[in-house]
């Protein structure tokens, strides 16, 4: 209750409120913002990008072990008082701005409480420069790690799952509780560790068809493959059946079963 009671005394001191706009849940755990800089294995060579620091509940521990630390922060408000916090400590740069905006050049790592409205499209971020980011811990929304880190045949195993798992390692390392924010949200969290690679973990063979197959394959859910890449193989002047034959997958199989090196072969198939 006690770190509540200070996020809330913090954002009266600076005249602001949580903006629905921006998504803004504060954590307000110092365990969980240990356990989180601790999971990130930093060292005094380490170079981190907070993405959305808030009031600063990473920040403190980031700014004690990382050897620079970037936060990037797009309230103007809280950005402000960031600055003036970290104005003496020539490691830490505040940025203020939209990181789905910014040009991010240098190679870190990121930790960060992602807010919800956002998770999903800063992720594809980083996957599409994961060249410069080759290692992401961040808490999302239960749900949404839970797609990350599933595999073939759950109920969670979808587009998010493949896309991300074709080019990253994904671990849910730990749960949060709603109750660990202000204002507290409707959902649980969890923190994943994912480690990306520059190079696809199975042949797809060229990327962006790769994308358009698996997107295909989920976008009539629960259909056989044979329907629900029709419209594409038709697209691409294929002949469905003889697609499936090159992948040695039965037309008949529907997205949910289909491992990352299925789909592969599939969008190989396709090629």
Request: glycine residues 6%.
């Amino acid at each position: 209750m006690g770190a509540r009671r200070e996020a809330r005394e913090a954002l009266a001191a600076v005249g602001l409120r949580p903006r629905k706009r921006w998504g803004q849940h504060f954590l307000c755990d110092p365990s969980v913002a240990r356990r989180i800089v601790d999971t990130a294995e930093l060292g005094p060579g380490s170079v981190v990008l907070e993405i959305g620091p808030g009031l600063g509940a990473l920040t403190e521990t980031l700014a004690a072990r990382a050897g620079r630390l970037y936060l990037v922060e797009i309230d103007p408000g809280l950005a402000t008082r960031l600055a003036e916090l970290h104005a003496n400590n020539p490691r830490v740069r505040v940025v203020e701005g939209d990181v789905l905006a910014l040009p991010l050049a240098e190679m870190v790592t990121v930790v960060a409480n992602l807010p919800y409205n956002v998770a999903t499209p800063v992720l594809f971020r980083l996957l599409d420069l994961r060249a410069r980011f080759p290692r992401a811990v961040v808490m999302l929304q239960r749900e949404v790690a839970a797609r990350l880190a599933a595999r073939a045949g759950s109920a969670e195993y979808g587009v998010t799952s493949v896309l991300v798992q074709a080019f990253a390692e994904v671990r849910v390392a730990f749960g949060v509780s709603r109750r660990s924010f202000l204002p507290r949200p409707d959902v649980d969290s969890a923190v994943v560790d994912i480690r990306w690679s520059v190079r696809p973990r199975a042949e797809v063979g060229d990327v962006e068809l790769f994308r358009d197959v698996v997107r295909a394959a989920f976008g009539q859910r629960r259909k056989m493959l044979r329907n629900a890449l029709a419209a594409l193989a038709a697209r691409r002047g294929l002949a469905a059946e003889a697609v499936f034959a090159r992948a040695a997958i039965a037309p008949t199989a529907r997205a949910e079963t289909l491992d990352l090196g299925a789909f592969a072969r599939l969008a190989r198939a396709f090629a």
